[in-house]
């Protein structure tokens, strides 16, 4: 673990708050994750507005409690690479660019992009079975994107809409099937919605 002053500066209010050896190992492994953030060091505070927030031109991440999901500690260190980076600013965006970083940020449904609701668990977590999809699909999104599609993030919600109606509820996702409905929705929705 990296909880030193090079990597993170904590607020007065955080640092006086008790019981935080395992949110701080998790922030630490979620940062392990953007090694653009290398050599910046980044603010750390708490929030009572939301589960998560950032001040990207003062590089500060605020959290709620110390029960933050994977997923909104990306979400918020992508907010940072909005900044430092030049990523695209909406957090629609940003929601897709955390999703797409890595398998472990796709633990609870975004609070930006649509997930078909059967995806997700009943505390609002997207299901084992569907998260490596929806990290490859925010991948592929991101690629097209890239390659000049304004409409990635339309693409991306297709692309879990038709996964859901082709797949069984509960039912885990075989691979041939990931590949057939990767294939399908490559096609389908590249000339739905164009390059342009």
Known sequence: MHLDG??????????????????????????SYFP?????????????????KADLKGRAVYFR?????????????????QEIKGLPKSERSCDLYTMARRVEFCDEA??????????????????KQY????????KRAVSLRESGMRRYILWFEK????????????ERMSSEMQLKTELLIQTKLEDFLGSG
């Open 36 to 52: 653009e953030l290398d050599g910046h060091t980044v603010k750390v505070g708490i929030t009572i507005n939301a589960d998560g």
């Open 159 to 170: 692309a879990l809409e038709e996964v859901w109606k082709k797949d069984e509820p509960g």
């Open 65 to 81: 409690s110390r029960n933050v999901s994977f997923y909104v500690m990306g979400h918020e260190l992508t907010h940072l690479l």
């Open 6 to 31: 090079n990597r993170w500066n904590f607020t007065r209010k955080f640092a006086a708050k008790k019981g935080q050896s395992r949110f701080l190992k998790r922030l630490d492994e979620a940062r």
């Open 131 to 138: 998260q490596t999809f929806v990290h490859d699909s925010a």
């Open 110 to 127: 975004p609070n930006y992009v649509k997930v078909p609701r059967g995806m997700l668990d009943e505390k609002g977590f997207i299901q």
